[in-house]
């Protein structure tokens, strides 16, 4: 498989055609995911086909929001379905793709030791000291497009969010469960959204 180059299209075709607004779901989402991806896989012990797999899954991941954001994952799945053969990606190789990026589709189900880590990998900000900077970003987002209306519904929404989350790979547990509930108490206090 030619990922180097498979990974320089997608990035590529979303630095041009992701609306504008998206202020959280942007190349920088992306590589952020990709990173946290290779650093969970490394420390998960998979094997370099598997973490090739997982990557490029964290490449191709948002990009159906080049075209819509209400389920996404399956366009981003198609896209990749249509471009990864070019690459010399087998149909078997595609479809555990596809598994990874519907993996993160909220709420997340990841079947497979690799979807938990690209599970992981999609909410690691949760737990990390970045969170209040990068989840800013969602809210701005959100509120472009009318999902949240007040910061109060956002801080509502998140609760509730983080909450009901948890993260599946010993390596994220123990990386970033503690820093997440630490978060989430900020959160609880009333933190102003800017930090």
Same mark, same amino acid.
């Given at each position: 498989?030619?990922?180097?180059q ?5 990035i ?6 992701l609306p ?18 290779h650093n969970?896989?490394k420390?998960?012990?998979i094997?370099?086909?598997e ?6 899954? &964290?490449?191709?991941?948002?990009? *159906?929001?080049v075209?819509? %954001? !209400?389920?996404?994952e399956?366009?981003s799945?198609? /896209? &990749?379905?249509?471009?990864?053969? *070019?690459?010399?990606?087998t %149909? !078997? ?6 598994g990874l /990026?519907?993996?993160t ?12 880590i690209?599970?992981d ?7 990390r000291?970045?969170?209040f900077s990068?989840?800013?970003?969602l809210?701005?987002?959100l ?21 009901k ?8 547990i ?10 989430l108490?900020?959160i609880k ?5 800017a930090q």
């Open positions: 498989m030619q990922f180097k498979a990974g320089e299209y997608i590529n075709k979303m630095r041009n055609e504008e607004h998206l202020v959280y779901h942007s190349v920088e989402h992306v590589e952020d995911v990709f990173n946290a991806a969970i896989g420390l998960e012990n094997t370099a086909h973490m090739d797999l997982l990557l490029t899954a &964290a490449w191709y991941h948002d990009a *159906g929001f075209l819509q %954001a !209400n389920g996404h399956e366009e799945c198609r /896209i &990749a379905q249509e471009v990864l053969p *070019g690459y010399q990606y %149909a !078997n190789e595609i479809e555990q793709i596809c /990026i519907r993996a589709r909220i709420p997340q189900t990841p079947h497979t030791h690799l979807e938990q690209m599970a990998a999609d909410l690691d900000y949760l737990g000291s970045d969170y990068t989840s800013n970003k809210y701005q987002e509120t472009q497009t009318g999902v949240i209306y007040s910061e109060q519904d956002w801080k509502q929404v998140q609760i509730d969010f983080m909450e989350h948890h993260y599946f790979t010993p390596t994220s123990n990386l970033r469960k503690e820093k997440k509930a630490e978060n108490q900020l206090a009333n933190t102003p959204l």
